[in-house]
């Protein structure tokens, strides 16, 4: 009677199996429809990637992938209903911002790949000015860099968007908008001379493609959002460690418009803008879309109060688990021990977004030391390296506009702590990062190099105007006493400047030749801002 008892449970168990297997894979698919932003490339294999391998399909999701349509904002499909995703970048907190629900699910690019590219004959973006350019409507990132470097919407001829380079090449525009991940490899092809203006040089470093929903379709189902989210990283996981493979598929399924020569270059680069060494696909961090939107604000874009609420989707909403809940459905029909299953499994994935919730902020957190300095709050000297590369980069296929880094450090800086103690040197030290910050432009970079030395990256800015800047720094600051302790701590710095490309082609003949004028500046007495005398490398 045991034996036939436990054969009965046993062969319950498997029937239980069995239909809860049925009643996953016999369901029928939610359709949805994700809009992009632009026509099929590796820019959108992540979505791909989810498809083919059948993320989508085991999320219950049949997705319809479409293409941008000539004019037609995504954020406008969505809004509607036509599509119920989108592809979005930083023009989702403009829109937010201004009081439509859009919801910002994932960001893919942790910097923005949005570029303008011109002919030569353009030196500086100003040259743009009254010249016909291709620009799509939401890219208010380029409409925000132009504002800020002087050119108005009304001061360019704006024309539709054919998202072809060959109408630059060919002499019908002067300049169009593009990504730094495609334009640049079709140009090169060509071999036309072109230059790429990026609003990163102009103190814009804003995020690149991000996955976005609307309100309504959260309210509708907020498990198949989670759902389509989460299949969605999947793929872009996957294509990312399988860039060969999935620019196959996209040239199979999606069209030759690319070479796999193409698609390759473009999945290096968005590599690069993904940052996947330091953070993971789909990372958002409010913080940095509170600043984007400030930037809006700043050039007038959007109002000063501005609303974010409820702009960024909650991760640790519950996820799409319906085909589970139907499995123990059918276990309960036929034994209580699917019950027991179920509160077991939902204890497992509240302690499973618990410590999701804990890992996510502890990558946060680990981002800001990898980049920040923690007493001061500026970038670091790992920072600056990338973004000296960086600049000089842009330098160099932009006709060498001159470079210029200022090197500070603090004079006396041991006597002060030896004297007052060493939180009188950090009080000094955070008085100055404030006062750098404070009176810098919004292009210059701004970092602690170390102990008490500060640089300062200064894109197109000639040696003169560096050392004209830098001497009315040097003279404020020393005018400036630090109150710690019931003390007014006076100050000074010496500072070295050198412009690049003067001192050599090199970021380190740069960093070389600040750090010599430096030297030279605390030589000859302290409290002065020598520049490098040119010595050009061999």
């Known amino acids: 009677m045991r034996f036939f008892s436990k054969g009965l449970f046993a062969c319950a168990a498997l029937l239980l199996l069995s239909a809860a297997v049925h009643a996953q894979n016999g369901r029928v698919l939610e359709p949805v429809v994700l809009q992009l932003k632009w026509k099929h490339q590796f820019q959108f294999a992540g979505y791909y990637a989810a498809a083919e391998k059948g993320y989508y399909r085991e999320a219950g999701i049949a997705v319809d992938i479409r293409e941008a349509q000539e004019g037609r904002d995504p954020v406008v499909s969505v809004l509607d209903g036509s599509a119920d995703f989108g592809i979005g970048a930083s023009e989702l907190a403009l829109h937010r911002g201004m009081g439509k629900p859009v919801v910002v699910l994932a960001v893919i690019l942790q910097h923005s790949p949005l570029v303008l590219l011109t002919g030569s004959d353009v030196k500086m973006v100003q040259d743009i000015v009254g010249k016909r350019v291709m620009l799509l409507p939401q890219e208010a990132e380029l409409y925000a860099y132009l504002q800020g470097q002087g050119v108005s919407r009304d001061r360019i001829i704006q024309v539709p968007h054919s998202f072809s380079s060959e109408d630059l090449v060919k002499g019908r525009v002067d300049g169009l908008s593009g990504y730094s991940?495609?334009?640049?490899?079709?140009?090169?092809?060509?071999?036309?001379?072109?230059?790429?203006?990026?609003?990163?040089?102009?103190?814009?470093?804003?995020?690149?493609?991000?996955?976005?929903?609307?309100?309504?379709?959260?309210?509708?189902?907020?498990?198949?959002?989670?759902?389509?989210?989460?299949?969605?990283?999947?793929?872009?996981?996957?294509?990312?460690?399988?860039?060969?493979?999935?620019?196959?598929?996209?040239?199979?399924?999606?069209?030759?418009?690319?070479?796999?020569?193409?698609?390759?270059?473009?999945?290096?680069?968005?590599?690069?803008?993904?940052?996947?060494?330091?953070?993971?696909?789909?990372?958002?961090?409010?913080?940095?879309?509170?600043?984007?939107?400030?930037?809006?604000?700043?050039?007038?874009?959007?109002?000063?109060?501005?609303?974010?609420?409820?702009?960024?989707?909650?991760?640790?909403?519950?996820?799409?688990?319906?085909?589970?809940?139907?499995?123990?459905?059918?276990?309960?029909?036929?034994?209580?021990?699917?019950?027991?299953?179920?509160?077991?499994?939902?204890?497992?994935?509240?302690?499973?977004?618990n410590q999701l919730d804990d890992i996510q902020a502890l990558q946060a957190q680990l981002v800001r030391q990898a980049l920040r300095d923690s007493l001061t709050g500026l970038y670091n000297r790992r920072y600056f390296d990338e973004a000296l590369q960086r600049e000089l980069a842009l330098a160099r296929r932009q006709n060498n506009y001159p470079v210029s880094l200022v090197m500070i450090d603090i004079d006396r800086f041991k006597v002060l702590n030896d004297n007052h103690g060493h939180q009188a040197g950090d009080a000094v030290l955070q008085a100055l990062a404030r006062y750098l910050t404070e009176n810098s432009r919004a292009s210059d970079i701004v970092c602690r190099w170390g102990g008490e030395e500060f640089v300062i990256l200064m894109p197109h800015t000639p040696l003169e105007g560096a050392l004209q800047r830098t001497e009315v720094w040097r003279e404020s600051f020393s005018k400036m006493p630090v109150s710690f302790g019931g003390l007014l701590l006076n100050n000074t710095f010496s500072a070295g400047v050198a412009v690049w490309p003067v001192v050599g082609v090199s970021s380190t003949a740069l960093l070389r030749a600040a750090d010599d004028a430096l030297y030279r500046a605390k030589s000859e007495g302290r409290n002065r801002v020598c520049p490098d005398a040119p010595a050009p490398e061999a």
Do not use: C
């Open 181 to 353: 991940t495609d334009e640049p490899f079709m140009l090169n092809q060509m071999r036309f001379a072109h230059n790429v203006f990026s609003p990163r040089s102009g103190g814009i470093d804003f995020y690149g493609d991000a996955l976005f929903t609307s309100e309504r379709a959260l309210k509708k189902d907020a498990r198949r959002v989670a759902a389509f989210r989460d299949a969605s990283l999947r793929g872009w996981k996957y294509a990312m460690e399988h860039p060969e493979e999935i620019a196959d598929l996209i040239i199979a399924r999606y069209g030759k418009r690319h070479s796999r020569e193409h698609l390759l270059f473009e999945a290096a680069e968005m590599r690069r803008l993904m940052q996947l060494q330091l953070i993971e696909i789909g990372h958002i961090h409010p913080g940095r879309w509170s600043a984007i939107a400030a930037v809006y604000a700043e050039f007038g874009m959007l109002p000063a109060q501005h609303d974010l609420d409820g702009f960024i989707f909650d991760s640790a909403a519950p996820r799409d688990l319906a085909w589970f809940y139907r499995g123990i459905a059918a276990a309960l029909a036929a034994a209580l021990l699917g019950g027991v299953v179920a509160v077991r499994q939902m204890t497992f994935n509240r302690r499973l977004r």
